[in-house]
């Protein structure tokens, strides 16, 4: 069965400081993978995605990802944190059955310290 | 393009009322799915749509919790009789036809059964 695991449930890093957010999947081919944020009190927004080729992928906000076949993982980073950067991440595998259904991970909360 | 549109965003009810929570879908987007969020459980996708038709409920906790489609623009999901335990945040997506998009949320409604 598909899984995501998110190993980091809370993550605290100084401003102006590199983010790296760990993400694990279990799947049975390549599969779709995205990076989601939410902010308190809102609805999740798209960081950025991966369907095929570069295994680099660049997002909205400063984000990249990059898609690790070998290791099974997608892991978000950044260079430089802003306090903006505070939210829940979620990572989601798309399910390849065409449905577009996506699992989610159980999310890591970045907390950015002044 | 307004996104997907969510009503309420909070509703707070008492015990054994029907709670129904509504959502307008993305013009165009055939796939429409119904997610809970709460701290222990996470994001759960709860039923999803392909064209106005149900195509997975089985996430759905139990027959108190129903969903409708009656068209592409808009579906509902129905708690009857409401319990302290549906007190959760409930997210509507849509997608574009097939795979590997990756949803567009709603801002979520907020309920609360006291």
């Known amino acids: 069965a598909q899984s995501v695991t998110q190993p980091d449930i809370h993550i605290t890093v100084s401003e102006g400081a590199s983010l790296e957010l760990r993400c694990n999947y279990s799947?049975?081919?390549?599969?779709?993978l995205f990076w989601y944020v939410q902010s308190p009190g809102q609805g999740l927004q798209l960081l950025l995605k991966?369907?095929?080729?570069?295994?680099l992928v660049q997002g909205i906000k400063g984000f990249e990802a990059e898609f690790k076949r070998s290791q099974s993982s997608f892991n978000l980073r950044k260079p430089s944190v802003h306090w903006s950067d505070a939210a829940e991440y979620f990572c989601?595998?798309?399910?390849?059955?065409?449905?577009?259904?996506?699992?989610f991970g159980q999310g890591t909360t970045l907390q950015v310290k002044p | 393009d307004a996104g997907v549109i969510q009503s309420p965003r909070h509703e707070v009810t008492e015990m054994g009322q029907e709670v129904t929570l509504r959502c307008k879908p993305i013009?165009?987007?055939?796939?429409l799915f119904w997610y809970r969020q709460t701290m222990m459980r996470g994001l759960e996708l709860l039923i999803y749509?392909?064209?106005?038709?149900?195509?997975?409920d089985s996430g759905m906790p139990e027959d108190r919790f129903s969903a409708k489609m009656p068209n592409a623009s808009f579906s509902t999901l129905k708690i009857q009789p409401s319990e302290p335990r549906d007190s959760a945040v409930y997210f509507c997506?849509?997608?574009?036809?097939?795979?590997?998009?990756?949803?567009?949320f709603g801002s979520g409604t907020r309920l609360t059964v006291v």
């Open positions: 799947y049975g081919a390549t599969p779709y």
């Open positions: 013009s165009g987007h055939d796939y």
């Open positions: 997506a849509s997608n574009p036809t097939g795979e590997g998009y990756g949803y567009t």
């Open positions: 989601a595998v798309g399910v390849r059955d065409n449905t577009g259904k996506l699992i």
């Open positions: 991966y369907f095929s080729g570069d295994t």
């Open positions: 749509f392909n064209n106005n038709v149900p195509i997975d």
